[in-house]
């Protein structure tokens, strides 16, 4: 997946400056965005504080390893099936 060239952060100072009453297309000129950008931002981002992506991008870094270690795990128990099925 690709990267986006902003942060979380700098997404929200955005959405906060659109909140200040600048209009849209000047915000999405300045900041070099299309409009579609934008509006994807905002239904995603729209109510979030910097503290709540903080949490967020815990939650999801713990959720990654919480899949990887099923994964492994149902790897471990494939293996050990082939294992005893094999004698």
Same mark, same amino acid.
């Given at each position: 997946?690709? /990267? %986006? /060239?902003? =942060? ?7 959405? /906060?400056?659109?909140? +200040? $009453? ?7 000129? /300045?900041? !070099?965005? %299309?409009? *579609? =950008?934008?509006?994807? #931002?905002? %239904?995603?981002? !729209? $109510?979030? =504080?910097? %503290?709540?992506? *903080?949490?967020?991008? *815990? ?5 990654? #390893? ?8 149902? #790897? ?8 005893? +099925?094999?004698?």
């Amino acid at each position: 997946m690709r /990267r %986006s /060239r902003f =942060t979380e952060d700098q997404i929200i100072g955005v959405l /906060r400056l659109h909140e +200040g $009453r600048v209009k849209t297309a000047d915000l999405c000129r /300045r900041h !070099g965005i %299309s409009d *579609a =950008t934008f509006y994807t #931002w905002k %239904s995603k981002y !729209g $109510r979030l =504080t910097v %503290s709540d992506v *903080a949490r967020l991008r *815990a939650l999801e870094d713990e959720n990654r #390893w919480l899949k990887k270690l099923l994964a492994e795990s149902m #790897w471990d128990v494939s293996a050990l099936k082939n294992l005893l +099925g094999k004698n």
